[in-house]
């Protein structure tokens, strides 16, 4: 059975739209509780900011392409379990398990996007396309971020754990 390509990348959008969905819950859990981190917090907000306007692209996108909304709650509640599952939240590392959460995540989306820039070249997109490069950038800074501080991170949680103050968060 043939499929055209364009199906696989409305199907593909969708699955990129319900991706950042998720990101936006697991940053804002992680935002909300976080208090002896500011750095962290601080970038988590920006990317939050960030994330919430990829999704309007990518629903853009999906409008445009004519793949519509109306599965779109369906493929969020595939990733539900995941993510949090992956969030660590009332983990005594939190912050840990919440940074190794959110690099993981950002290179779930570094790698969707790639994927839809290819399908969207291949199916001649050109908007698609550079709207999910832009989408990249954002998500290449943040996954980089998170690889620079993620040592700090550590060794914060590491010496507040060991001075007997509050370092999960
Ligand atoms: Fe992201």
Not at 22 to 48: C, D, F, V, W
Request: aromatic share 4%; charged share 25%; glycine share 6%.
């Amino acid at each position: 059975m043939a499929t055209d390509p364009r199906d696989n990348l409305v199907a593909w959008l969708r699955d990129a739209h319900a991706m950042e969905e998720q990101a936006i819950t697991m940053l804002n859990s992680q935002l909300k509780r976080l208090e002896h981190y500011p750095a962290l917090k601080a970038r988590i907000g920006q990317h939050i900011d960030e994330t919430k306007r990829q999704e309007q692209v990518l629903q853009a996108c999906l409008d445009r392409v004519g793949g519509g909304s109306s599965s779109l709650k369906d493929a969020a509640g595939k990733l539900t379990a995941m993510a949090q599952g992956m969030s660590g939240v009332f983990a005594s590392d939190e912050v840990v398990k919440g940074s190794l959460a959110s690099y993981t995540f950002e290179h779930m989306e570094i790698a969707s996007y790639r994927i839809l820039i290819a399908a969207a070249e291949a199916v001649g997109d050109a908007q698609t396309k550079a709207a999910c490069e832009r989408i990249l950038a954002e998500e290449i800074a943040m996954a980089d971020w998170l690889s620079d501080h993620m040592d700090d991170i550590t060794r914060q949680f590491l010496s507040r754990d060991e001075a007997g103050l509050t370092a999960k968060r």
